[in-house]
């Protein structure tokens, strides 16, 4: 609805989630403390085809949850354009019944047809950091690990193309032998059951994961991928069309 919306957290002694609209035809601006004073982090945003906001974060220690779950992806709804938000409900906390250490760095989109995908890095306790993908496609939340290779596998994007499917670029160690070892950038596709086995797009980009973390957009069916490199002098933006 020509909004134009940014979602952003507070640190102090509470962490709040804070949308800011603004029209692009009149540069108002109201803000929301959306989620309270609980603890939340990690706001990624999303518009379902009926134009309702779908907000999506980490929240630490939900009601009713004593053990274990201390970190859930939950989820709220405006149908108003951010004016008023509906009551906070869980997506996961967990994987295969073992409960999430992290739920970190969420992207979210909207397939045409109305799915909605969600992916994160996260950890189980005593295992390695993997990427994980949740889904509403068949009716009900579904999480799915995309990979478990490697290591120290972070910051996922996502993207979807015409014909619904989900595609997610990260960076990881690809071997997982060497703690901070060199860190490459991967891809898999999800054909609405599985994740495809992963593909080493750029070997060794990096041995400082973060500043190298990748984005991905759809046109139509091809996939376009950046990814910032410093495997060379100097260091450079690479870009990738994957079709």
Known sequence: NDNLISLTTRWLD?????????????PTTFIKNVT????????????????????????????????????NLVYKTSVDNGQ?????????????????????????????NGDIHIVFHGYIKSQQQFIYHVTNSNGS???????????????????ITSD???HVVWI???????????????????????????????????NDPGWQNPKIISDNLNLHITFFADDGNPRHMKHIMYD
């Open 14 to 26: 509470a962490q709040y989630v804070i949308a800011n609209f603004s029209k692009i035809d009149n």
């Open 36 to 71: 309270g004073n609980n603890l939340s982090i990690y706001p990624a945003v999303a518009t379902l085809p009926n134009g309702t906001l779908f907000l999506v974060y980490n929240k630490y220690n939900i009601t009713g949850c004593t053990t274990g779950c201390s970190q």
């Open 84 to 112: 008023t938000w509906s009551s906070e409900l869980l997506i996961t906390n967990n994987y295969n019944g073992s409960f999430l250490e992290e739920l970190a760095e969420p992207d979210i989109k909207v397939a045409p």
């Open 141 to 159: 939340w579904v999480t799915k690990r995309v990979s478990g290779i490697g290591r120290d596998n972070v910051y996922p994007r996502l993207a």
């Open 164 to 166: 619904n499917k989900a």
């Open 172 to 206: 990881g160690d690809k071997d997982g032998s060497i703690l901070g070892g060199d860190q490459s950038i991967f891809y898999s596709k999800f054909d609405g059951s599985n994740w495809s086995p992963r593909i080493n797009l750029y070997n060794d980009a990096t």
